[in-house]
């Protein structure tokens, strides 16, 4: 007999949450804001709607249905089904977040503080969970499902990373990182820079598009469902044995960008959790390209 779909709901510690931890009191938490001219009334009442939304959406699952709940904090070790649907109940990132565990089940962004999110990934409201859920049930014919393009690093030992915006590859403070880049249809070019961005359409909204924007850069950037990414050089440095010929460009399907590390430690990691990096040191290699499957956000 086939297991009943599970709604796993995703969501994140909300910053009054966090307060109450830091500073032990509501006292204390309101004093610390209002002596940096902060309001806790306002930190609360955010709190309160994605509270309303994350019960909200919590009984709107169908009776039949199994349900789990996980922090943000808790995704790594949390344990997905093939028969899961993923609601993320919060801000676009958590989208994100969750992305990166995922082995192509369906996933309904809600957003709990509809003005204050872009809405780019989560789309819905909190009413709209329930028919949401029995939709995507039904069949994808009865649903638009977006397919989202996903970026992919793996390393010479076989370490792996995904995400949904984008890979850093790059020193983990302010040094400099040095590496031989190795970019499609062209010679391996030997570079000091401030680390190499590689971002997916979805990212092409975010920290990939502020690179573009603050170099000028005419290279088109990927819509959100191409299976193209894009890559750009963080201020590369010219010296006799460092070059700026190749700081940016777009990868296809098959392609690949690959970095020789060439510092005692670099790091990769993907949609700014850098606590879930991957250790690089020197004479390793790391290739980032498209990843095998993407997200499946319901549209």
Do not use: C
Request: proline residues 5%; without cysteine.
């Amino acid at each position: 007999m086939s297991l009943a779909p599970r709604a796993v709901i995703v969501h994140r510690t909300t910053e009054y949450e966090e307060l109450l931890a830091r500073h032990g009191t509501r006292g204390q938490a309101a004093f610390h804001l209002s002596a940096r001219g902060g309001s806790l009334d306002e930190v609360r009442e955010r709190h309160e709607r994605t509270v309303r939304a994350l019960a909200e959406v919590a009984g709107a699952v169908p009776l039949r249905w199994r349900q789990a709940r996980v922090e943000r904090a808790d995704l790594d070790r949390f344990l997905f089904g093939p028969e899961d649907v993923v609601v993320v109940v919060g801000q676009d990132g958590l989208v994100a977040n969750a992305a990166k565990y995922l082995t192509g089940q369906p996933v309904v962004g809600i957003d709990s503080d509809p003005g204050r999110n872009p809405g780019v990934l989560v789309r819905h409201r909190p009413g709209d969970a329930g028919r949401l859920l029995r939709s995507v049930v039904a069949g994808a014919a009865r649903t638009g499902v977006d397919l989202l393009t996903m970026a992919e690093a793996v390393t010479d030992d076989g370490q792996r990373l995904l995400a949904l915006n984008e890979i850093y590859v790059g020193p983990p403070g302010h040094q400099t990182a040095r590496y031989t880049l190795h970019a499609p249809a062209a010679p391996p070019e030997a570079q000091a820079s401030s680390g190499v961005l590689v971002g997916t359409g979805t990212g092409a909204t975010g920290w990939l598009r502020s690179l573009w924007t603050q170099r000028s850069s005419r290279l088109p950037l990927p819509a959100a469902t191409d299976s193209r990414l894009a890559w750009t050089v963080r201020e590369a440095w010219p010296s006799p044995t460092t070059g700026t010929s190749r700081v940016e460009g777009l990868l296809a399907d098959d392609d690949t960008l690959r970095l020789v590390v060439e510092s005692d430690r670099l790091v990769a990691f993907g949609d700014g959790m850098e606590s879930d990096a991957l250790e690089l040191t020197w004479g390793q290699s790391v290739r980032v390209g498209v990843a095998g499957a993407g997200l499946r956000l319901v549209g």
